[in-house]
């Protein structure tokens, strides 16, 4: 694994508002960014860092093994049950499948990052939901665990400069020591309703 450097940083703006939360966010969205570049860095004669195109040989030899996700099933029988049956669930939606990293499990960070780029729709929200959160308002929602434990939680908005991202808050660590969670487990995060109640669904994969 790559190590991220000083020159990693050369276009982030670093605000005098930033709390310890903005430079940790900050952190995982260059290596993010850096994880998915298509060049990479080579050391020009004066020690200095420079960009340079990959070719095709180059592109097999050096490129990043891709991280390999089960296939995106239908929600689990179970679950699917409890939602329906159990609380009079409906209309459910996949709304994330990811890989957690580090910060998504430290408890120091308590929350789960959901990268707007990498969620599958966002019609599980309605116009005043949108409106609630882009007034950076929370919506506490119930949240169903792979342990079929319902925890409420905060479902957030997060302008993060160059990324906006949807934030759960309240009680995740819990639910990260609850059910075990740990860095490079892939999870599945849906939605769905109770009457017009917007709630969650986690799976563990």
Same mark, same amino acid.
């Given at each position: 694994?790559?190590?991220?450097?000083?020159?990693?940083?050369?276009?982030?703006?670093?605000?005098?508002?930033?709390?310890?939360?903005?430079?940790?966010?900050?952190?995982?969205?260059?290596?993010?960014?850096?994880?998915?570049?298509?060049?990479?860095?080579?050391?020009?004669?004066?020690?200095?860092?420079?960009?340079?195109?990959?070719?095709?040989?180059?592109?097999?030899?050096?490129? %990043?093994?891709?991280?390999?996700?089960?296939?995106?099933?239908?929600?689990?029988?179970?679950?699917?049950?409890?939602?329906?049956?159990?609380?009079?669930?409906?209309?459910?939606?996949?709304?994330?499948?990811?890989?957690?990293?580090?910060?998504?499990?430290?408890?120091?960070?308590?929350?789960?990052?959901?990268?707007?780029?990498?969620?599958?729709?966002?019609?599980?929200?309605?116009?005043?939901?949108?409106?609630?959160?882009?007034?950076?308002?929370?919506?506490?929602?119930?949240?169903?665990?792979?342990?079929?434990?319902?925890?409420?939680?905060?479902?957030?908005?997060?302008?993060? %400069?160059?990324?906006?991202?949807?934030?759960?808050?309240?009680?995740?660590?819990?639910?990260?020591?609850?059910? %075990?969670?740990?860095?490079?487990?892939?999870?599945?995060?849906?939605?769905?309703?109770?009457?017009?109640?917007?709630?969650?669904?986690?799976?563990?994969?």
């Amino acid at each position: 694994m790559e190590l991220l450097t000083s020159e990693d940083f050369k276009n982030t703006k670093i605000q005098p508002e930033w709390t310890a939360m903005d430079y940790l966010l900050e952190v995982v969205r260059v290596d993010q960014e850096k994880m998915q570049e298509p060049i990479f860095m080579k050391k020009k004669k004066n020690g200095r860092l420079k960009r340079k195109r990959q070719t095709d040989g180059e592109n097999n030899k050096n490129k %990043r093994p891709i991280t390999s996700y089960p296939p995106k099933p239908l929600m689990p029988e179970g679950l699917e049950r409890h939602i329906v049956e159990n609380m009079g669930g409906s209309n459910c939606v996949l709304v994330i499948q990811k890989q957690l990293f580090f910060s998504d499990v430290n408890p120091q960070a308590s929350r789960l990052l959901i990268p707007f780029s990498q969620v599958e729709s966002h019609e599980f929200l309605n116009e005043s939901e949108v409106e609630r959160l882009k007034n950076k308002e929370a919506i506490k929602a119930c949240l169903v665990e792979p342990s079929m434990k319902e925890t409420e939680i905060n479902f957030k908005w997060w302008d993060m %400069r160059k990324n906006l991202m949807y934030v759960i808050t309240t009680s995740w660590n819990s639910i990260v020591k609850n059910n %075990r969670l740990k860095a490079e487990d892939v999870i599945q995060l849906w939605s769905f309703r109770v009457d017009s109640t917007l709630c969650f669904a986690l799976q563990k994969l």
